[in-house]
């Protein structure tokens, strides 16, 4: 401790306690992380609003469950690995979100993933609410390969433009399922959607693996099924895809969905399938004031952690 004033040993208030960037040129990350404060696309108020604070309520939680992760790295029990010792990890910031302003606000978000893939890092974003998925995965678009779209959620988000509003949050596959440059879609945890868009998903040639389907296959199987390690896989975390009891602070909580242990191994077995090859991450939908004792936000963090050192983990094996 400290004994004087001020105490620097206040933690900085970051991703993880990564290091804060301020020139992504000048860098070489493994992880750059950012921030999106977007939730302009929630149907509030008949949805809870508030996903605009979840970037630094996962920044101010991880202190009590990572300890110098660049250091001593992420001991994983389950898999017997200590993930992201030596891993770069810088968080980069928030996206700057001018109210109102939806496509100078998606161009932002989209200029900012070009900006971490020309700085080669892989972009791991926080979000928002799930609208901002499309520009992320926008980014993307300049590439020259194509890629693969994997999401947790416990909704399809192919909506056909409810309530004439375009870009909201159920309806980003929508959007993304139309660039021309994403290949195959799969959706894991889909339980509350209308039948008429469960049938369009399926006609647009969307996979979509119910939770039974994950209670009665396991993530392994299902993996090794929708994953293609020749190609790189963005994937999309919606937290309400587990089930509402493990996140009380999502804004759409739905029953019926995946335990954590389930989403940690569909995880595992993703990046397992991939063999590390996954170019991107987002999660979303946190609504920090519905949380309880910060439960969302620490299970958030986590995930987020596993999913680079897993990524991380494979990537290596297969180098
Ligand atoms: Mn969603």
Redesign the pocket.
């Known amino acids: 401790m400290a004994d004087t004033i001020p105490n620097f040993y206040a933690p900085p208030r970051t991703f993880m306690g990564a290091e804060r960037i301020t020139d992504l040129s000048a860098q070489t990350l493994d992880y750059a992380m950012l921030g999106v404060p977007f939730a302009e696309g929630t149907f509030a108020p008949h949805i809870q609003s508030g996903q605009a604070d979840m970037p630094n309520a996962l920044r101010d939680n991880p202190p009590t469950i990572f300890f110098d992760i660049g250091d001593v790295g992420l001991y994983d029990v389950d898999t017997d690995l200590t993930l992201l010792q030596g891993t770069k990890i810088g968080d980069i910031g928030d996206v700057v979100i001018s109210p109102g302003e939806g496509e100078l606000n998606r161009n932002r978000i989209t200029n900012s993933v070009k900006a971490v893939l020309k700085a080669g890092a892989v972009p791991i974003t926080v979000g928002g609410d799930?609208s901002i998925t499309y520009p992320l995965v926008r980014g993307f678009e300049n590439c020259g390969y194509k890629i693969d779209f994997i999401y947790f959620?416990a909704?399809l988000?192919f909506a056909d433009m409810p309530l004439e509003s375009e870009f909201n949050?159920g309806t980003q596959t929508t959007h993304i399922r139309r660039l021309p440059f994403v290949r195959n879609i799969t959706v894991i945890g889909a339980r509350n959607s209308t039948a008429a868009e469960f049938k369009r998903a399926k006609q647009a040639g969307i996979r979509i693996v119910p939770v039974s389907e994950v209670d009665a296959r396991g993530a392994e199987a299902i993996m090794q099924e929708v994953i293609d390690a020749s190609v790189p896989t963005y994937v999309s975390l919606?937290i309400?895809g587990m089930d509402a009891i493990y996140v009380p602070g999502t804004t759409h909580p739905e029953s019926g969905g995946m335990t954590f242990k389930q989403q940690k191994e569909l995880l595992l077995e993703l990046n397992r399938a991939a063999k590390g090859n996954i170019c991107g991450f987002d999660i979303?939908?946190l609504c920090p004031a519905n949380d309880v004792n910060h439960i969302t936000a620490l299970t958030a963090s986590k995930l987020t952690a596993l999913m680079m050192g897993y990524r991380t983990h494979f990537l290596n094996l297969s180098a």
């Open positions: 799930h959620d909704h988000d949050h919606d309400d979303v939908e």
